[in-house]
Structures are given as C-alpha cells and as structure tokens.
C-alpha cells in the first residue's frame, strides 16, 4: 500500500481556492497533514464516501462529512478546479461553533445570531 494517501508533491503549492488534494479509499488512509486549503475524498471519485478537511477557522479541528446519499444528513461536492460543498457545513463544538459555505473554492461565514461571524474569531 506504498503511496496510498500521498498528497502530490505540487498540491502542497499555496493556492487560494480550496480543492480536493488526494483521493483515498479508507478513513485510516487520510493524512495527518493536508496542504491549506486542501481536502480529501474518501472512496472513489465515482463513488464517494467521505470529505474531510481542516476546518477553515484554523483552530485545528477536521472536519469530516458523509458523502454517502444513503445517510441522512449528507452532503455533495462539486469537485473541479475549486471545490464547491452543499449544503453548508456546520459544526458545533464545545467552545466554538464553524458554519460556512464552501462554494468555487470559497469560504463563506454564516453570520450568527448576536451579528458576528461563526468560527472566525471575531
């Protein structure tokens, strides 16, 4: 399994625009690090499981959603140059709470209740 799971050399390129960086088939085989702005399909391109990714508010969180349309909730991924994930991403923690868009390789915070931008740190 040599190889399984190495993100390619130029995904480690800084870009703005979060993409999909390496495929994967199984949940153990995601990296540990994953390049900014990076995420991972778990499964096959044409039959995806899973997406992780390091949660953009940069606390150090991943983020993992079904991609499985057996589940309910489940998300899906428009995967070209820019990554595009539907419906928004929403996550709760104990301290913080991220909710966001990700569409065309972009993050876009969803404002909460008191005004302010969920996960930013503002």
């Known amino acids: 399994m040599a190889g399984v799971g190495?993100?390619?050399?130029?995904?480690?390129?800084?870009?703005?625009?979060?993409?999909?960086?390496?495929?994967?088939?199984?949940?153990?085989?995601?990296?540990?690090?994953?390049?900014?702005?990076?995420?991972?399909?778990?499964?096959s391109l044409q039959h995806p499981k899973w997406l992780a990714f390091d949660c953009p508010c940069k606390s150090g969180h991943r983020i993992m959603v079904t991609l499985d349309p057996k589940h309910r909730p489940h998300w899906k991924v428009e995967n070209g140059k820019r990554l595009t994930v539907y419906p928004s991403v929403d996550y709760r923690g104990t301290t913080r709470r991220c909710h966001y868009f990700v569409t065309n390789g972009t993050i876009r915070w969803v404002k909460d209740l008191d005004g302010g931008l969920d996960g930013s740190g503002r």
Not at 12 to 27: F, H, L, M, N
């Open 6 to 43: 190495k993100i390619p050399f130029w995904q480690w390129i800084p870009g703005r625009a979060w993409r999909v960086v390496v495929v994967v088939e199984a949940a153990d085989e995601i990296p540990a690090r994953l390049p900014s702005h990076g995420a991972v399909i778990v499964g």
